[in-house]
């Protein structure tokens, strides 16, 4: 799948984990719902494991192919491959930006940047677009960092004004258009699908 940036504006991420119901059901209303990308991040408590977790990440990679929307997997490159993933998202922490350009020549990568030394020793021109954040604080992810604040956006649009920019961590239905405000092509979010009431009306205030 080709990438554009426009495919960054609402990026869905989520595993079963973070549903209260059928993950299948969340993310078919998500996608009539209008996001643009999805992400299946399988990961931490209460998560699937092996077959289990292979075989719900395909059967949402399906939901997301009718839609024509990208399924993105999140720094795990062995369900990347079998899954035919159309991108991958990597962290600081996981395999080098320079190995998984390497293995995956054609898919689309996305690289989280949280602090000005990771974004001077990362390798931008191998990657499509750059996650930056958290920008809110979150209690999503286990391991999160400290919040950077909608001015980490500021400084990254200063210093690279062409590349592609998701914002992720905390954002919510009644902070999104501050993010987008401040120069993101996008934001990331779960709960604020996963928990909404109607989806639908979460997706458009996103």
């Given at each position: ?10 990026y869905f991420i ?18 009539t719902a209008g ?95 750059i996650g930056v ?74």
């Amino acid at each position: 799948m080709e990438f554009n940036r426009e495919q960054l504006r609402k990026y869905f991420i989520m595993g079963s984990q973070n549903c209260h119901r059928d993950p299948h059901t969340v993310l078919e209303e998500a996608l009539t719902a209008g996001i643009t990308s999805f992400q299946f991040r399988e990961k931490g408590t209460g998560s699937l494991n092996g077959e289990e977790k292979i075989k719900l990440g395909k059967s949402l990679r399906e939901q997301c192919r009718k839609h024509d929307i990208p399924f993105f997997i999140n720094d795990n490159i062995e369900l990347a491959e079998e899954l035919d993933a159309d991108g991958i998202h990597v962290g600081q922490d996981d395999m080098p930006v320079k190995e998984v350009r390497a293995k995956f020549p054609d898919k689309i990568i996305g690289l989280s940047i949280s602090t000005p030394q990771e974004l001077d020793q990362s390798p931008l021109d191998l990657v499509d677009y750059i996650g930056v954040g958290p920008i809110f604080a979150t209690a999503t992810k286990e391991d999160a960092k400290q919040a950077v604040g909608l001015e980490w956006i500021h400084t990254i649009r200063s210093q690279f004004p062409d590349i592609p920019v998701v914002a992720i961590g905390g954002i919510q239905t009644d902070n999104a258009s501050s993010v987008i405000e401040a120069g993101a092509d996008g934001v990331s979010f779960i709960t604020a699908v996963t928990e909404a009431y109607n989806i639908k009306e979460a997706v458009d205030k996103l």
